[in-house]
């Protein structure tokens, strides 16, 4: 699954990608680590 034009890792559930993608849930340290650059473009926000 993608969200904000880049992959999720792999070790993300599809509903983990979605709740943390859309800011439903926060990631936590170790999500945001191996998020690593794109954590700074999450939540996805669509206006």
């Not at 034009?5 to 936590?28: E, H, M, N, V, Y």
């Amino acid at each position: 699954m993608g969200v904000a034009g880049a992959p999720f890792p792999a070790a993300f559930s599809d509903k983990d990608a979605l709740l943390i993608g859309t800011g439903r849930r926060p990631a936590t340290t170790a999500e945001r680590t191996a998020l690593g650059d794109l954590a700074a473009r999450l939540p996805l926000v669509l206006g």
